[in-house]
């Protein structure tokens, strides 16, 4: 079921809610187990044999959870087992995600024929097995304190992460399942997990699905042999950039907002991450509970930098590039990764260059031209993030740099003259801006445009609503800062904004008529 | 807090409902209120870029007795009014652009009601071409059974709705009659340009359908689909099943049309695609144990299909068959029905124009001498035409100039 449908929207949401406060009067953990229920209900929807899976998988790691924190604490015997219980995780998720992958390229390096199968991926399965290999971990470390089985199966399943994140701590769920004012009625959280939800679902519909037209084309392009030309090229990663943030972020904001609406609050996921002014700055914004969990369960584990230089960026490398695996079974994500690793290690390096030459954080200009070359970095970035080949996103990046040429509108070639034949053997045609595509490259410029303004200038949700605490993290005093744009949007419950928000939200409904799946899905 | 939802529910709904409340009112694809309200042969006020909508979420709907499915030839030329079709609830289903596929779901739906008797299938050679893009506007959604409460709740309404307000009502050419046939084009629209109008449409032929970019080629099978051969096959399995009475026929285009086909390479494919027509419907004749749907051939050199292009500039002359080389005009459209349904032709005006062999029933028995006969009168035309075969090897050049095809398919 997705988060941008009618059933979801008019007919599961209202029920599921309905009902949970319903049985909260009554016994919280009857409360908790329908949640669960419906959320496996939901997971269902797509695909019930799936439902299975998830639930075997629940059940297998709690008893290995509950095994090594009650019987075998940290002995020989619990690392032994939390090594198997993690390897028979992983295992699955290898099975249904890299086998292909790994098939593909075993017979291509050893030039064997072996068969390759039609693997359906389980939705969300690198997401439930992140969040409990987390928990085995810190039943290994002794840092987990509670072991309720109700509420350990609501955190795995529960449905507003369940599909695409963010990926859950049980130390930040499970405690909140656990409160008994989590099952009461709260209108200023449901007041306020409406509007986030709303505003979630308007960044989806109205500018992410928006951004589709656009990139989709360009790559498919390039995927088949195509070789975009300049605007073309920079169209296309561009829409892609924007696209894939507003997808993402959108789902992050209405996870939270219907979180809210059940009195759960959960992390944040997005801070403005194309704000950043640096690479490391970019990571503590963007997917932020995947960073955490990178760094927490595979970085620190690997040793972080506590044994050098040297195996600190070693680190941080095969970090990088196992999150990029993680993302997609193709060697343009490890690429994507591998890149992001070694911008970290330039960004660690001159960092700690800077620190060398007692150089300070830089004033206007710097930080603009440090915000410039983060954000460049990351769109090149998102070309193999994007790419379906390392030839279809050499295409785009060739295309980027100009060498492919440059193709104006009919119009300036014939107000040019002669000198339009001069550029034409300077490699510039005048077949349009986005020959190949066919897409409408002034709309595409003005969304663009638009698109930057938002994700440069408008505060995020999190910082709209900061005052009323709608995230984890604001749960425990941490703010995120806003200027006085964010003073004069902040949300606040009059009838103004129920006006601007109703009228946003029967907008967004009225654009759900092609439904379009959130990019996040396949990860 | 409480009033804050209160008020968010009173002004989304009222919202939702002002817009829909609008939407139904304006009607922009006449699938509401509207199509009751119009006299037959009266034109639906719909936006020409909204006929899949109109075609598909209502007539296709509305139980036909018979349809017409094919692209813009059909869309155009083929009249639901035709006494073969019998009258009130025949319905034109033809789309600018419908590959093979469509047409196959449209004929699902149409028979889904279970009235349907008769489909009249026009078939053209680059609605099989499996890499020819789906038109921007066909939607699947479109299929959906829940879509015209779907629509009614839409923003892509309400923002055609807006559109709507200031369109003209009726224009030559316009989607619809209530029948789902266009609003007929004037007599003396292309008088005076027909060549150039022949010329920018065998260009857009060759730029986007026969060859469309990136591929630059024609294939059967697609990237992702199975062959579109098996969309035909599907529609003629399907119409067995229902005891629909199939009606296929490859257009009338002009001469210079298979001029076209064959300056892009792909004689010996459109040659075959007919053999692939004959030996599916004689396979799924045998799976169901009948006849085979009758097939016929209007695509044959003759009289009407090499009709004269008057010169550029020409006030006088008025093409009697097309307005450009491969649309041809109701009036043929008319003797195509008349032939098929075995009728005497409906216009006596005309009878004496139409030559004997203007179409030609396809069978495994005719095939051969079918394809001979196109192929001498291929020959001939190229030899009594020059100036047509050159204008049209020019047309082509051009287009593989501008056209931008990927690497791999140079």
């Known amino acids: 079921m997705l988060f941008n449908s009618y059933i979801f929207i008019f007919a599961f949401l209202p029920v599921a809610l309905l009902v949970f406060y319903r049985l909260g009067k009554v016994s919280r953990r009857l409360a908790a187990l329908w949640l669960a229920a419906a959320s496996l209900f939901f997971y269902g929807w797509w695909d019930a044999r799936f439902v299975g899976l998830l639930l075997a998988s629940v059940v297998f790691n709690y008893a290995t959870g509950y095994l090594i924190g009650h019987r075998l604490q940290r002995g020989r015997a619990a690392g032994v087992l939390l090594a198997g219980a993690i390897g028979v995780d992983l295992a699955l998720l290898g099975y249904f995600k890299y086998a292909n992958f790994f098939v593909a390229n075993f017979n291509a390096v050893f030039g064997f024929n072996l068969p390759i199968g039609e693997f359906f991926l389980p939705l969300g399965i690198s997401f439930f097995t992140f969040t409990q290999i987390a928990f085995l971990v810190d039943t290994w470390r002794g840092k987990v304190r509670e072991y309720d089985f109700t509420h350990y199966l609501l955190f795995v ?41 709303v505003l979630g679902l308007a960044k989806k519909v109205l500018l992410a699905d928006s951004f589709a037209e656009f990139s989709s084309p360009v790559f498919d392009i ?29 789902y992050s904001d209405m996870a939270i907002g219907l979180s809210l609406m059940f009195n759960v609050r959960l992390p944040m996921n997005f801070n403005s991450p194309y704000q950043a002014t640096s690479i490391i700055e970019f990571w503590r914004c963007w997917h932020m509970t ?54 970290l290690l330039v960004n660690h390096a001159w960092r700690g260059f800077k620190g060398r030459m007692g150089w300070g954080a830089g004033g206007f200009m710097a930080r603009l031209l440090a915000g410039g070359l983060t954000f460049l970095s990351v769109v090149v970035a998102w070309v193999f993030f994007r790419a379906e080949s390392f030839s279809a996103a050499i295409a785009v990046l060739s295309g980027m740099s100009g060498a492919r040429g ?93 006006l601007l928000l109703g009228v946003l939200f029967a907008w967004s409904v009225f654009s759900l008529t092609q439904i379009s799946e959130f990019l996040y899905f396949q990860f | 807090m409480r009033k804050f939802l209160i008020y968010f529910i009173i002004f989304s709904s009222a919202t939702a409902l002002g ?48 349809i017409i499915l094919g692209t813009s030839r059909a869309d155009i030329g083929m009249d639901p009014d035709h006494p073969a079709l019998g009258g009130k609830r025949a319905a034109n289903l033809a789309t600018f652009g419908q590959p093979i596929a469509e047409s196959r779901q449209l004929l699902a739906l149409a028979a889904s009601g279970g009235g349907l008797k008769t489909a009249v299938v026009g078939l053209d050679f680059f609605a099989f071409n499996a890499l020819f893009p789906y038109p921007s ?89 199975a062959s579109t051969l098996d969309e035909l096959r599907a529609m003629m399995a399907l119409a067995h099943a229902k005891n629909i009475a199939l009606k296929l ?39 169901a144990g009948r006849n085979p749907f009758p097939l016929w051939d209007f695509s044959g050199y003759n009289a009407i299909t090499t009709e004269a292009v008057p010169r550029e500039g ?68 190229r030899a009594t035409h020059p100036a047509d075969v050159a204008e049209i090897a020019g047309v082509a050049a051009e287009a593989a100039h501008r056209k931008y095809c990927a690497a791999s398919a140079r």
Request: charged share 15%; aromatic share 12%.
């Open chain 1, 406 to 498: 440059i193709s104006l509108s009919d119009s300036v070639g014939t107000h040019l003259g002669a000198f339009a034949l001069k550029l034409e053997q300077q490699n510039v045609v005048f077949s349009g801006l986005v020959p190949l595509s066919g897409v409408n490259p002034d709309k595409a410029l003005i969304l663009i445009i638009l698109g930057l303004m938002v994700v440069w200038l408008l505060p995020n949700i999190a910082q709209m609503t900061q005052r009323y605490r709608p995230t984890w993290e604001s749960l425990q005093g941490e703010g995120v800062e806003g200027g006085w744009l964010t003073r004069l949007l902040a949300w606040r419950p009059n009838a103004l904004y129920a």
């Open chain 2, 19 to 66: 817009l829909a409340a609008i939407n139904w009112k304006v009607d922009p694809y006449a699938i509401f209120q509207t199509r009751g309200g119009l006299a037959k042969g009266e034109v639906s006020p719909l936006l020409t870029l909204n006929e899949r909508v109109f075609k598909t979420v209502l007539l296709a709907r509305e139980n036909p007795a018979a």
């Open chain 1, 222 to 250: 390039a995927r088949d042999g195509g070789q975009p030309m300049f605007f073309e090229a920079w169209i296309g990663a561009l829409s892609y950039t924007l696209q894939l943030y507003f997808d993402f972020s959108a």
């Open chain 2, 314 to 381: 020409d006030l006088q002359t008025r093409m009697r068959w097309y307005s450009d080389s491969s649309h041809y005009v109701p009036a043929l459209g008319r003797v195509i029905l008349d032939k098929m349904f075995a009728q005497p032709v409906s216009a006596s005006n005309i009878a004496s124009s139409i030559p004997d062999d203007f179409g030609v029933l396809l069978t495994p028995a005719t095939l051969d001498t079918q394809l001979a006969a196109i192929r001498r009168g291929h020959d001939e035309y």
């Open chain 2, 137 to 225: 506007d066909f939607d699947t959604e479109n299929f959906a059974e829940s879509r015209p409460l779907q629509l009614a709740f839409s923003v892509t309404t309400s923002l055609d709705s807006w559109k709507y307000r200031k369109r003209a009502r009726r224009a030559a050419g316009d989607c619809c009659l209530s029948n789902g046939a266009r609003y007929p084009n004037r007599p003396d629209q292309f008088v005076g340009h027909y060549r150039s109008h022949f010329m920018s449409s065998e260009r857009m032929y060759l730029l986007e359908k026969y060859l469309p970019s990136p591929g630059c080629a024609f294939s059967f099978a697609g990237r992702k689909h």
């Open chain 1, 157 to 197: 399943t529960y449905f507003p992460h369940l599909i695409a994140g963010p990926v859950l701590h049980h130390a930040q769920m499970m405690p909140q399942f656990a409160r008994p004012a989590t099952y009461h009625v709260n209108w200023e959280n449901i007041a306020l997990g409406v509007s986030i939800f």
């Open chain 1, 290 to 343: 995947l960073s955490a969990f990178l760094r927490d369960y595979l970085y620190i584990a690997l040793g972080g930098n506590r044994k050098g230089t040297v195996r600190r960026y070693a680190n941080l490398m095969a970090t990088m590039l196992l999150g990029g695996l993680w993302h997609g079974a193709g060697w343009t994500f490890v690429m994507w990764g591998g890149l992001h690793g070694v911008y």
């Open chain 2, 249 to 287: 026929f490859v257009s009338p285009s002009h001469a210079r049309q298979w001029e076209v086909v064959a300056s892009a390479g792909l004689w010996a494919q459109w040659q075959q695609w007919k053999r692939e027509l004959v030996r599916i419907n004689g396979e799924e004749a045998a799976r």
